[in-house]
């Protein structure tokens, strides 16, 4: 089975939705240390907020004052320039000692448009920072970046053991990705038939190919296991 480096170039990871998630950003990071890619973060500035809190009829809740008052557009921004710098403060602490991107998107346009080199990315995705119901969505808007995904679970730190690799039959480029990745962590390699019954020893990654299971199995893999999955597109490995 071939150890070669896996086709990557950058893990790309949105900070608006994991920027205060410590755990999430490391595992990110710690396996773009392992194979030897860059980190790029990205913040996305929502302009609607400023336009919503220009609108009279808008209101927010106080908790101090247990009272509604009308949105200060001032405010709003406020509030967002210390949401960017503080997710900006933590992907430049915990990802210091590799090489790393960090961008501020206004246009939601430009951030869901392909990167550069599509094939070359892996997005990062965790269910905690969009909510069950639109994980689905997510999964298929994440694809649309990045031709691989990494599914993290929340609030778990990173651990060691062996890369697992659940495969859909001979030469599946699922079990070629995970053995390189062995390789290069100093990991086990294990693989298993994603038909077969036999119980799933812990693992430090899960590694499949897009499509062997569906997005709801694939959340639930992720976080009752409490391992990152990476899901890898067969077409550009």
Not at 30 to 41: K, M, N, R, S, V
Not at 193 to 219: C, E, K, N, Q, W
Request: charged content about 20%; proline content about 6%; glycine content about 6%.
């Amino acid at each position: 089975m071939s150890t070669a480096a896996p086709p990557f170039k950058r893990i790309v990871i949105d900070l608006h939705c994991s920027g205060c998630d410590r755990l999430i950003v490391q595992q990110a990071a710690e396996l773009a240390q392992i194979l030897q890619l860059e980190l790029f973060g990205r913040f996305f500035a929502d302009p609607a907020l400023a336009r919503l809190a220009a609108m009279p009829f808008a209101r927010e809740y106080r908790l101090a004052e247990r009272e509604w008052h009308p949105m200060e557009g001032g405010n709003v921004s406020d509030e967002l320039a210390l949401a960017i710098a503080a997710a900006e403060r933590l992907f430049e602490k915990i990802a210091a000692s590799i090489p790393r991107r960090f961008r501020i998107f206004d246009n939601p346009e430009a951030l869901e448009q392909e990167l550069d080199g599509r094939e070359e990315n892996i997005a990062v995705i965790h269910e905690n920072a969009y909510g069950s119901d639109s994980f689905g969505k997510t999964l298929e808007t994440a694809f649309q970046t990045a031709a691989s995904v990494l599914i993290l679970p929340g609030g778990v730190p990173s651990k060691s053991g062996p890369i697992l690799a659940y495969t859909n039959g001979a030469g599946d480029p699922a079990a070629g990705i995970a053995a390189a990745m062995a390789n290069a962590a100093g990991e086990r390699l294990v693989c298993l038939d994603s038909h077969a019954a036999a119980p799933a020893p812990a693992a430090r990654l899960i590694v499949t190919r897009r499509g062997t299971f569906g997005s709801t199995t694939l959340a639930l893999i992720a976080a009752r296991k409490k391992t990152p999955v990476l899901v890898v597109d067969a077409e550009t490995v």
